[in-house]
């Protein structure tokens, strides 16, 4: 079956320090999504993607966070500035065109700011 | 108060109990997910519901929507059914989903 696939599975990195967090969606998907879910606390919504734009983002998703499809095949996050609070597991999750189908996610990238 | 609500927030059972999970929401919803989440992280999508019930395998989920109610039934449970169980909502308006806090199964042998 296909699968949403996400590298890399951990990222440490210095707090300051631009990461970048990848994506594959499965190769049909129209719409993709990041949400993120820090340690302990329940999954949170980022942003929504379609048609080569962001089509909703909650109030996370501030001027630090920015997503882009480079090359039809990756969807990538990218945090420009990171800060001790962005450490999160971060999933990518993707779905078909139709209004009712099912989200698929990838297994997460635990990003950790030190 | 949350959107969604999940009960328990933990539940320990012995292997081969009939297990239940509750999920309540505020919202108006056109789709409700009951997911999965390992130790490791990942997540993995187990239903999605709008209506009636859903059955696969030894897991069930109903849902009721003028009540605003899911439930997640696991039959003949097992220990590898232990996970975080996360009931997750899709609004009417957009296709963000917005999730409960979870429900941590352990299932003992």
């Known amino acids: 079956e296909p699968e949403v696939t996400q590298t890399p599975s951990h990222q440490v990195t210095q707090m300051g320090q631009e990461v970048i967090l990848r994506c594959v969606p499965i190769?049909?998907?129209?719409?993709f999504y990041w949400y993120r879910q820090i340690l302990g606390q329940k999954v949170e919504f980022l942003v929504s993607?379609?048609?080569?734009?962001?089509?909703?983002k909650s109030e996370i998703f501030d001027d630090q966070f920015s997503v882009e499809r480079p090359d039809g095949s990756n969807f990538t996050l990218k945090i420009r500035s990171t800060k001790l609070e962005d450490s999160a597991m971060y999933f990518c999750?993707?779905?078909?065109?139709?209004?009712?189908?099912?989200?698929?996610f990838g297994d997460g990238t635990r990003l950790s700011i030190l | 108060k949350n959107e969604v609500e999940q009960s328990p927030q933990n539940l320990t059972a012995q292997e081969g109990e009939f297990i239940t999970i509750n999920c309540s929401y505020s919202v108006g919803i056109s789709a409700l997910h009951w997911l999965q989440q390992h130790p490791g992280g990942g997540i993995v999508s187990l239903f999605m519901?709008?209506?009636g019930k859903k059955k696969h395998g030894r897991l069930i989920a109903t849902i009721n929507i003028q009540e605003k109610h899911s439930s997640l039934h696991i039959t003949a449970s097992h220990p590898r059914d232990s996970a975080v169980y996360i009931c997750?909502?899709?609004?009417?308006?957009?296709?963000?989903?917005?999730f409960g806090e979870g429900t941590q199964l352990t299932v003992n042998p």
């Open positions: 999750a993707s779905r078909n065109r139709g209004g009712n189908q099912p989200q698929h």
């Open positions: 993607f379609y048609n080569n734009e962001i089509s909703e």
């Open positions: 519901l709008s209506s």
């Open positions: 997750a909502v899709k609004e009417t308006s957009g296709s963000r989903l917005t």
């Open positions: 190769s049909n998907h129209l719409y």
